[in-house]
């Protein structure tokens, strides 16, 4: 199986968040047959961590997620580019990076090792999950994978993930003025939100807010007695003083509900690579276990999540390439002070 056949391969085995179980399977059958040792680590019934390695001293991990947003997307191709539902985030890196291994298997370099995650693409409870285990103590770097256009990414925003609720009080809507509506109340909230100035940050950049979800109501003829909207806010800066702006705004008119945390991340910066400050969220935060971290992979944030995400065939074979190098130069030299 070729670079771009195991791309498709992966692609095709559907992974949507909490259903990861058959594409972390396939993986570690793939793997053993390589000759690879590979655990599955329980996160949840049906999702399992994959992690691999060849000797029992793994220094540097290669890491990405096997999970995906919705909905499945079969694999398709032309001459260029890889599509589907994880081309790009992250199957096609997951591809690239075991090829990057396998070559650095032949020519002789065996401590190394990959983690894969479950649940990345909702609150990374494979990648707590795996900061648990033992190989983490033995790992010195982890390049973890995401789409940033094969560059060097050397800091990634943090996110904050959170629902703001109202409650009202049930009427008929004829008699508006006998309830009090949730979602007017709500609406009120989110335009005075929306004006907030949240702190920023020289290195990260700006603090930006999107509001995602919105939900409430009953039917159109009650005044709706409950309301609620979900923000998700990519951080440059601790949560706290972002937390004490929304409360200021809400000013008791609703409450907050924090789902998840995951701080803005600095990361090795290593010479010969290009590289930027990438706008997301990686696992990285909750892997703080596993040594210096790093993020580097093939195809383009501004695809994934998309009905027409995709990867160039080009960037991945690129990536084997980069993913081959960063881990030699890791191993030659301690780079991490």
């Not at 907030?196 to 919105?214: K, Q, R, S, V, Y």
């Not at 040594?291 to 383009?300: C, D, E, R, V």
């Not at 999540?305 to 130069?329: I, Q």
Request: aromatic share 6%; proline share 4%; with cysteine.
């Amino acid at each position: 199986m070729n670079l771009f056949e195991l791309t498709k391969t992966l692609i095709d085995i559907p992974s949507i968040s909490d259903d990861e179980q058959a594409v972390g399977f396939y993986l570690r059958d793939y793997l053993e047959s390589l000759g690879w040792t590979v655990e599955l680590q329980p996160v949840s019934s049906n999702q399992n961590n994959v992690i691999a390695y060849l000797n029992e001293k793994p220094r540097v991990f290669l890491s990405t997620h096997m999970d995906t947003v919705p909905p499945f997307i079969e694999a398709s191709e032309d001459a260029e580019k890889i599509y589907g539902r994880g081309a790009c985030d992250a199957k096609g890196i997951i591809a690239s990076q075991i090829f990057a291994a396998e070559e650095l298997r032949k020519q002789g370099v065996e401590d190394i090792g990959l983690l894969y995650t479950v649940d990345e693409e909702q609150g990374s409870s494979g990648a707590k999950a795996a900061n648990l285990h033992p190989l983490a103590a033995k790992c010195e770097y982890m390049i973890n994978g995401e789409p940033t256009d094969n560059d060097l990414a050397i800091g990634s925003k943090g996110s904050l993930r959170l629902f703001v609720k109202t409650k009202g009080v049930a009427a008929h809507s004829a008699y508006p003025e006998m309830g009090e509506s949730a979602i007017e109340k709500l609406l009120d909230i989110l335009t005075d939100v929306r004006r907030i100035a949240f702190p920023g940050d020289e290195f990260f950049g700006e603090t930006t807010c999107n509001i995602g979800l919105l939900g409430g109501g009953l039917k159109t003829n009650i005044v709706p007695p409950s309301a609620e909207a979900g923000l998700h806010i990519r951080l440059t800066t601790g949560e706290k003083p972002v937390l004490e702006a929304l409360e200021k705004a809400i000013d008791g008119r609703g409450e907050i509900e924090v789902s998840s945390v995951a701080l803005p991340v600095k990361m090795l910066e290593v010479e010969g690579f290009n590289q930027k400050v990438v706008r997301f969220t990686t696992d990285i935060p909750h892997l703080s276990n596993w040594g210096t971290p790093l993020l580097l992979g093939a195809g383009s944030i501004l695809v994934a999540h998309t009905k027409d995400e995709f990867v160039l065939k080009k960037d991945l074979e690129e990536a084997v390439g980069l993913y081959v190098n960063l881990v030699k130069k890791l191993l030659a030299a301690d780079l991490r002070g």
